[in-house]
């Protein structure tokens, strides 16, 4: 059974870049099955989308986040990475990392719309 962990400081400075890791176990990120994905979730609003790595490393950004997001594999280690530029106090949220089983397309660009594994979230707040 697959499992994610996402690791990285819980405190970042306004205008820093984000950098949290997925660590993966239980299945390879290179598997053509599957996508891995980052998400959040800002106190008191809904779980966000912000982009996937896809099997052979190609990644892909939800719009509204490509001009400060980039995502990032490491292979050797089963590991995926998310960095996140010029971060303010909105960006403070509860980072998600998972494993994407399928796609839909709205017309504009593809989107995750089924997720299969989770990992626990991690907690990142932005504050001076």
């Known amino acids: 059974q697959v499992q994610l962990q996402e690791s990285g400081p819980g405190l970042v400075k306004p205008s820093q870049t984000l950098s949290l890791t997925c660590t993966v176990s239980?299945?390879?990120?290179?598997?053509?099955?599957?996508?891995w994905s980052w998400n959040r979730q800002p106190p008191g609003k809904g779980l966000e989308w912000m982009g996937v790595?896809?099997?052979?490393?190609?990644?892909y950004y939800s719009p509204s986040l490509k001009s400060r997001t980039s995502i990032s594999r490491d292979t050797s280690k089963n590991q995926f990475s998310l960095q996140l530029n010029s971060v303010t106090p909105e960006d403070t949220a509860v980072y998600y990392c998972?494993?994407?089983?399928?796609?839909?397309?709205?017309?504009?660009?593809?989107?995750?719309?089924?997720?299969?594994?989770w990992g626990q979230g991690t907690q990142v707040t932005v504050s001076s």
């Open positions: 790595i896809a099997y052979d490393g190609t990644p």
């Open positions: 239980g299945g390879s990120i290179t598997t053509s099955d599957y996508a």
């Open positions: 998972a494993r994407v089983a399928s796609f839909d397309y709205n017309g504009s660009y593809y989107y995750p719309s089924e997720y299969d594994a």
